[in-house]
């Protein structure tokens, strides 16, 4: 039988295993360690950020940034409703109610127009979501909070799926007021479970460490002044990150060479649809996206994807968008239907969108067989 083809199977190799060593042979294996200040160095040179705040995952950095720029009960912030959950749910960690907004049609990324319309004087922040590693418009974003007379709202960037993904050459993690990523297993550069805050502010740099280490006083051991958290990412997961960062470059490189070869084989064929890239970006894609026209609802494209699983191909489908969560109800009474804040566009997307196999050290003949067994089994669709 042949094997199965994994959704994004992780790359690591004899550097990372030597960094575990090290940090296992140094005893150091909590979040202290040699190997943690390296791995935010080097990952601030890749992103272009002058502080880096490494953390346990993608999910916490976001709630500690949030937390850290002051948003809470009261405030509102705008995100769109096609994410990974973890992007909601950071919000209501903070007491704060999630305002969910529509996607683009063409990159499926967050609609400044669409997010702007929905700012009130309760509005705290905008996240924008680097959707499968293309960049969010943050200049459309902030030329808007300012015809609106808004600089106080903070631009997010939740770049958790577009490392090394560069708009007009800026990296990704520079383009908003902060950023946050995620190193989970299947993100392009991996620690296991891991993440980051990135920003070019100092003070809020400062902060970020400050409350990710239970608030502790640095200068007046186990005096916690405010609330704080343990977010802190460990030199075991650091070790592999830095393994990770030796050779991103090529991480990079294969990742954006699967693309090109979906693309070839699939952009022509009628009904399927990749993401459009915005002028200027250069994206390094974290799962290969398309959305297939002929999909007449988020059933058929499960069938779909149950066929290619029997047929030893991995898929994922889109992220159900977060206003369907009974959860987030409360928060998206308007969007339901018909209702004003609808969002006809985000449902349409997410039902007949899927995701090939996306691991970077997929071999060419291995994309071949996925994009023989997709055509393959939408064929009668
Ligand atoms: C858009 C987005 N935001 C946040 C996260 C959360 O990251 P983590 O899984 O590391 O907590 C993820 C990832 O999985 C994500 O895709």
Redesign the pocket.
């Known amino acids: 039988m042949t094997p199965r083809i994994p959704v994004c199977a992780p790359v690591l190799g004899s550097s990372e295993r030597a960094y575990v060593l090290e940090a296992i042979d140094s005893g150091w294996i909590s979040s202290a360690g040699e190997l943690i200040g390296r791995f935010e160095r080097a990952f601030g040179a890749l992103c272009g950020a002058r502080h880096v705040e490494s953390c346990a ?6 709630h500690l940034l949030l937390h850290a720029i002051g948003v809470g009960p009261g405030d509102e912030v705008i995100l769109p409703s096609e ?2 959950v ?2 909601g749910n ?1 919000v209501l960690y903070t007491g704060a109610t999630p305002v969910f907004c529509e996607i683009d049609e063409r990159s499926w990324v967050i609609d400044p127009a669409d997010a702007l319309a929905r700012v009130t004087a309760r509005t705290r922040a905008i996240i924008g ?3 499968f590693g293309v960049l969010a418009d943050y200049g459309a974003l902030r030329a808007g909070l300012r015809r609106l007379g808004r600089d106080d709202v903070k631009l997010v960037e ?1 770049a ?2 577009a490392v090394g993904s560069t708009a007009d050459g800026r990296p990704s993690g520079s383009l908003a007021d902060a950023a ?1 990523f ?3 297993g ?2 392009t550069i991996t620690t296991g ?3 980051a805050v990135v920003t070019d502010d100092e003070a809020l740099g400062a902060r970020l460490r400050f409350l990710k280490n239970h608030a502790m006083d640095p200068r007046r051991r186990y005096f916690h002044p405010e609330l704080g958290f343990n977010y802190r990412m460990t030199n075991l997961q650091a070790a592999v990150g830095c393994g990770q960062l030796e050779h991103a470059g090529d991480l990079f490189a294969r990742k954006r060479r699967v693309h090109a070869r979906y693309r070839a084989a699939l952009s022509s064929v009628p009904g399927v649809r990749f993401a459009a890239v915005p002028e200027g970006q250069v994206v390094v894609p ?1 799962l290969h996206a398309l959305i297939d026209e002929r999909l007449a609802s988020e059933e058929a494209r499960d069938a779909l994807l149950a066929r290619m699983l029997e047929r030893g191909v991995e898929t994922r489908p889109f ?1 159900v968008p977060l206003h369907l969560f009974p959860y987030f109800s409360p928060y998206s009474a308007s969007c339901t239907r018909g209702g004003p804040g609808a969002l006809p566009r985000t449902e349409s997307i997410a039902a007949r969108g899927l995701c090939l196999p996306s691991g970077a050290a997929l071999a060419d003949d291995e994309v071949d067989r996925c994009i023989e067994v997709f055509l393959a089994c939408r064929e009668g669709l």
Do not use: M
Not at 57 to 62: E, I, Q, R, S
């Open positions: 995952n993608g999910t916490v950095a976001l994410t990974f973890a992007t950071a979501v680097d959707l939740d958790a799926e946050i995620s190193f989970f299947n993100k479970e891991g993440g974290w992220f």
